[in-house]
């Protein structure tokens, strides 16, 4: 059993005095990665099962990301859009030919790419669509989870994160994830798009009916509104695909990407879609000083060179299989119920035991770190890069967080 040090319990207690306390962490400091693994200040390895929720896909200091990375770092690294810069061309190139589309807007964080794509739908509703101005409605999904800005928390329905916020930004209702009768209902002539998240990641790895996408698809494009995909922690090979649509044959109006995007080394995040709707964006209707930015545009074309490699979804596909019928073993024995997309596991705890974020830190104790999510779901999300005997090594550490 892994016990933290006194130099570890020091640096928690730094943080947890000056740092606001925003999050919950696992009480480990961690100082260094290699692929699937994490290393902390006293030197305990643990495996990484939660992949900084799944921006760390190819795994810690991938060795091409990490070149790619040193070489622009002493180059070039931010220019500010102003001008063009070399690396910019190819990233978005690269970009749009994965996803299949025409066009790259670049941003950083994730939740900059869901508030660019509302953006982007409400002008493409009112100069494409002719939708009255400021009409424009757009539909959402109970339980989802699309960052932490004010409009994006608009049409959260978690309580936590919105609870003494307001006031919201108006526009948005939400509908079942999963129900298309009353996504069909809840169009209106109003509406310019549909924001789904694929898989729903922090509501617990919650996947669709079957059919539930293709359904979608065929409503948006019956009533002329943008299918928006966030893509964003399911994209990228973390489902055994390269994005969680390709697992129905859909294809969205837009993507929207980020964490694993950047490599796992910088904040890199796009909206990529056709020129219909991106080219509605003239010269200073939108932007962001770091978007695009020679060192994260670099970065960027290695993570689409590793995708076009298909080596990481194929590695997804197949160890998620496994890691599935390893995990239906344990119902009954402390888990109630699992779901999967490829690496990509939502576990379910006996309430009997106790907060799944019990489970998590005796999980810490035996070397694998991994979040609850809801409070009785444990989310395992490995980089992509775990061997199988590395996974046989997490689950037994998982039975034994159980029994004890
Ligand atoms: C993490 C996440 C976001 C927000 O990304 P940030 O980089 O944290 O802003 C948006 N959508 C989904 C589905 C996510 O998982």
Redesign the pocket.
């Known amino acids: 059993m892994i016990v933290p040090s006194a130099e570890q319990r020091r640096a928690i207690q730094q943080i947890d005095t000056y740092g606001s306390h925003n999050y919950h962490p696992l009480p480990v400091v961690v100082e260094r990665g290699e692929g699937a693994w994490l290393v902390d200040i006293d030197q305990n390895r643990y495996l990484d099962f939660l992949s900084a929720?799944s921006a760390v896909n190819f795994g810690h200091a991938h060795p091409t990301l990490v070149k790619v990375a040193t070489e622009q770092l002493g180059k070039l690294a931010i220019t500010s859009r102003a001008v063009y810069s070399n690396t910019y061309g190819p990233f978005i190139q690269s970009l749009a030919d994965l996803c299949g589309k025409e066009m790259v807007l670049p941003m950083n964080?994730?939740?900059e790419a869901?508030e660019s794509s509302l953006k982007l739908a409400r002008k493409w509703g009112y100069e494409v669509k002719g939708v009255p101005e400021d009409q424009a409605h757009i539909i959402v999904m109970e339980g989802n989870?699309?960052?932490?800005t004010i409009s994006v928390i608009s049409f959260s329905d978690d309580d936590v994160a919105t609870t003494s916020y307001g006031p919201f930004t108006p526009g948005f209702t939400k509908v079942p994830f999963g129900d298309l009768v009353a996504m069909e209902a809840a169009i209106t002539d109003h509406t310019v798009a549909v924001l789904v998240?694929p898989i729903q990641?922090?509501a617990g790895i919650i996947t669709p009916p079957a059919g539930y996408l293709v359904g979608v698809r065929e409503l948006t494009q019956r009533y002329d509104v943008l299918m928006i995909a966030?893509e964003?922690?399911s994209g990228l090979a973390r489902c055994g695909a390269t994005f969680a649509c390709d697992l129905e044959g859909v294809v969205p109006d837009l993507y929207l990407l980020?964490?694993a995007l950047g490599g796992g080394i910088l904040?890199v995040?796009a909206v990529v879609g056709n020129a219909d709707i991106l080219g509605v964006l003239r010269p200073g209707q939108h932007g962001s000083t770091f978007g695009g930015n020679p060192l994260g545009a670099a970065v960027g074309t290695a993570v689409v060179e590793l995708l076009n490699t298909g080596e990481f979804q194929q590695r997804s596909r197949e160890l998620g299989a496994y890691l599935r019928t390893r995990l239906d073993e344990l119902i009954g024995q402390g888990v109630t119920a699992v779901r999967n997309s490829g690496l990509w596991a939502g576990v379910d705890i006996d309430p009997s035991l106790g907060p799944a974020r019990g489970i998590c830190e005796r999980l810490l104790q035996r070397g694998v770190i991994a979040k609850d999510t809801h409070g009785s779901t444990i989310r395992l999300a490995p980089t992509l890069v775990i061997t199988e005997q590395e996974l046989d090594q997490a689950l037994e550490a998982l039975v034994e967080a159980l029994d004890a």
């Open positions: 929720y964080t994730g939740v869901v989870f699309h960052g932490r998240e990641g922090e966030d964003i922690q980020g964490k904040p995040s």
